[in-house]
């Protein structure tokens, strides 16, 4: 079956999904109580078919997940040269770089306070925090582009599975 990676994405958190109600079920349903002459009441748990359900499932979630991973080391992300899984690491990159200007355009050239003590004591920045700020713009804008190449390229590129 032939799918773009968003659509193997998708397939990915239903199949999880479906495992975890499968799990859910198993926990519920595994065990059964009851008082001492009562009649028990049995579910219709059978432990070979759960096992083969989960079994099965886990297997369709490695192909779909191998096949994502190929393509994520070969397919290449328009505008930037690089793979879908490159682009990624690079994603992560930016916001993490994105995270830090943030917080540098946050402060003010030149503050002061009164120590508990009541000395005056002053913080300056060893930048321009302007600068920062102007960066963060530009990194913003960067890493909106990102982002759309890579749902671009998701959208795009076909697995087979």
Do not use: W
């Not at 979630?61 to 096949?67: L, Q, T």
């Not at 004591?121 to 759309?148: F, G, N, S």
């Amino acid at each position: 079956m032939k799918m773009c990676n968003s659509e193997a994405m998708k397939a990915i958190k239903e199949l999880e999904e479906k495992k975890k109600n499968v799990i859910f079920n198993e926990n519920y349903r595994s065990r059964i109580s009851y008082k001492e002459g009562e009649k028990k009441v049995l579910t219709n748990y059978d432990y070979t078919e759960t096992r083969n359900a989960i079994s099965e499932i886990d297997g369709r979630i490695r192909a779909i997940k191998h096949a994502l991973a190929v393509c994520n080391c070969t397919a290449v992300v328009d505008d930037f040269g690089v793979t879908i899984g490159e682009a990624l690491v690079y994603l992560a990159q930016l916001n993490a770089e994105y995270k830090q200007l943030s917080a540098l355009g946050n402060y003010n050239k030149l503050s002061r306070r009164i120590t508990a003590n009541g000395v005056l004591e002053y913080t300056e920045c060893l930048y321009d925090p302007e600068e920062a700020t102007r960066d963060l713009e530009a990194l913003h804008a960067k890493i909106c582009k990102l982002q759309v190449a890579i749902d671009r390229a998701n959208l795009t590129n076909y697995i087979e599975v």
